[in-house]
């Protein structure tokens, strides 16, 4: 069964930094595109980042590009959001989610975590 | 970027059928694929893949969902509606990076 576990969230000041973690399990991670949505309280989702395999190429949208960085380490099945320069907008839920087929960047999603939420206040 | 819009909300009686629509800014076919998906949300809960590629279904969902559509004008229908689909709805494009979604179609009960 394919899991995704996310952890990381909480409560941080604008303009400071916090990095979200996934775990995953029942599937070869290595394999898999990997990616961030997000969703900010009572509204839609928006995609955050994708990385590839290899982490050798990552995307970003506008929103979040030069702040945000999206990483793996697929020894440990695991998917980074390192966030810097954090605003009062990145206040959100954020889901870590791969992708139905292997290998390749689909843009869409058949697996979620439950989401960590970040709240960005002083 | 691509813009999705949707209907904010859809009211449906149980046992009826419902027809949520998305409609995107430019055409996210390329060629004969559609590259429309859908998402479902309860409250509280990550969303769930319900059809990708505009018409396929995806693994365990019931048979009474079901998307069509081509170019900018894409369906889900939920036919007969049980009280188990009360949720929110997303539509997502991945034609064109970023991979844009619907802001959501809430379905209520009438």
């Known amino acids: 069964e394919v899991q995704l576990v996310e952890s990381g969230g909480g409560l941080v000041q604008p303009g400071r930094s916090l990095k979200l973690s996934c775990a995953a399990s029942?599937?070869?991670?290595?394999?898999?595109?990997m990616a961030w949505v997000r969703q900010a309280p009572k509204k839609g989702l928006e995609w955050v980042a994708t990385?590839?395999?290899?982490?050798?190429?990552?995307y970003y949208p506008d929103s979040v590009k030069g702040r945000f960085t999206i990483s793996r380490d697929n020894a440990k099945s695991s998917l980074y959001l390192q966030m810097n320069s954090l605003k009062s907008e990145d206040t959100a839920t954020y889901y870590c989610?791969?992708?139905?087929?292997?290998?390749?960047?689909?843009?869409?999603?058949?697996?979620w975590g439950q989401g960590t939420l970040v709240t960005v206040s002083s | 970027d691509i813009v999705l819009t949707q209907s904010p909300v859809l009211a449906v009686s149980l046992g009826q059928r419902a027809t949520i629509s998305c409609r995107a800014s430019?055409?996210?076919?390329?060629?004969?694929?559609?590259?429309m998906h859908w998402y479902q949300q309860k409250p509280g809960q990550q969303p769930k893949l319900l059809i990708y590629?505009?018409?396929n279904l995806a693994s365990g969902i019931p048979a009474r969902f079901s998307g069509s559509g081509s170019g900018t004008d894409f369906t889900l229908t939920i036919d007969p509606v049980q009280a188990d689909d009360i949720a929110a709805y997303y539509c997502?494009?991945?034609?064109?990076?970023?991979?844009?979604f619907g802001a959501g179609t809430k379905l209520e009960l009438k």
């Open positions: 990385i590839s395999t290899s982490g050798s190429r990552t």
């Open positions: 997502q494009q991945s034609r064109e990076s970023p991979n844009t």
């Open positions: 989610a791969r992708p139905l087929d292997y290998g390749s960047y689909e843009g869409w999603f058949a697996y």
């Open positions: 430019q055409s996210v076919s390329i060629s004969s694929i559609n590259l």
């Open positions: 590629r505009a018409s």
């Open positions: 029942g599937f070869t991670f290595s394999n898999y595109y």
